[in-house]
C-alpha cells in the first residue's frame, strides 16, 4: 500500500520557467513533510519542508504548498535552472519534525532543458 | 563539519551470505536511520536507532537488523542474502527532533 504517491516519474521544464512537483498521501496521520533532491550517485539532499499547521512554505526558488483536506502537497520550482536537474522525492512522517520514519513516494525526475 | 559517512561504498555478495554495512553520523547526531531504495519500491524506511535503542522500525523480514554503538555510529545486518536484497542502502543522521535528516551517499549491493 503505497501511502506516498508521485505519479509523474518525469517532468521536462524549459530553464528559467516553473516547474512543479506534486506528491499525494493517503495517510491522514501524517503531520510532516519533506522534499528531498537526488543527483545520481549521491545521497538525497533536504530541499524544504512543512508542518501541516501551515499551508505554505517557502525558501528561495523553492516554495511547498499543502492542501490537507486534498491530501496533496506540491513543490513549485522558480525559476528553473538546468542544475536543478534531478529525482525529486516527497516524504511524509506521523509524529512531527522529531520522527525520522520518513514514508518517501517513488519519486520524479526534474530536467530543466536550457 | 564532515557528512554521514557510509562504508563500504559498494559490496558484491553470493545469495545466502550475510553482510554488515557500517554509517557514522554526523558529529553530534545521535539519531540513525536506515533506507533500502531499490527501483521497483523507491526507498523504504528500515529502522531507526536513537542513544542505542531501535525505536522505529519498517516492514522488513528479520533478516535484517542493525544496532547502534555508544559513540552513535550504526551497522546494519542482513543475513541469509537473497538477490532481491540487491539495492542501495542509506543511512541517514539527524539531530534529534531539530533538523531534517542528513543522508551519506548510500552503499551499493549486489547480491549474485
Known amino acids: 500500500d503505497q501511502q506516498v504517491k508521485q505519479n509523474s516519474p518525469s517532468l521536462s521544464v524549459q530553464e528559467g520557467r516553473i516547474s512543479i ?86 519519486g520524479t525526475r526534474l530536467k530543466v532543458l536550457a | 563539519k564532515a557528512g554521514v559517512t557510509q562504508t563500504p561504498r559498494y559490496l558484491i555478495k553470493t545469495r545466502g551470505q550475510q553482510v554488515t554495512l557500517s554509517c557514522s553520523p554526523i558529529s553530534g547526531h545521535r539519531s540513525v536511520s536506515w533506507y533500502q531504495q531499490t527501483p521497483g519500491q523507491g526507498l523504504q524506511f528500515l529502522f531507526e536507532y536513537f542513544s542505542e535503542t531501535q525505536r522505529n522500525k519498517g516492514n522488513f523480514p528479520g533478516r535484517f537488523s542493525g544496532r547502534q554503538f555508544s559513540n552513535s555510529r550504526s551497522e546494519m545486518n542482513v543475513s541469509t542474502l537473497e538477490l532481491g536484497d540487491s539495492a542501495l542502502y542509506l543511512c541517514a543522521s539527524s539531530v534529534d527532533g531539530d533538523t531534517e535528516a542528513f543522508f551519506g551517499q548510500g552503499t551499493r549491493l549486489t547480491v549474485v
Open chain 1, 21 to 106: 512537483l506534486n506528491c499525494d498521501y493517503t495517510n491522514s496521520m501524517f503531520d510532516y513533510f519533506l522534499w528531498y533532491k537526488k543527483y545520481p550517485a549521491e545521497g538525497p539532499t533536504f530541499l524544504i519542508s512543512i508542518s501541516s499547521i501551515k499551508d505554505k512554505n517557502e525558501d528561495g526558488r523553492f516554495t511547498v504548498f499543502l492542501n490537507k483536506s486534498a491530501k496533496h502537497l506540491s513543490l513549485h520550482i522558480v525559476p528553473s535552472q538546468p542544475g536543478d536537474s534531478a529525482v525529486y522525492f516527497c516524504a511524509a512522517t506521523p509524529g512531527g519534525r522529531g520522527t525520522y520514519k520518513y514514508i518517501f513516494g517513488t
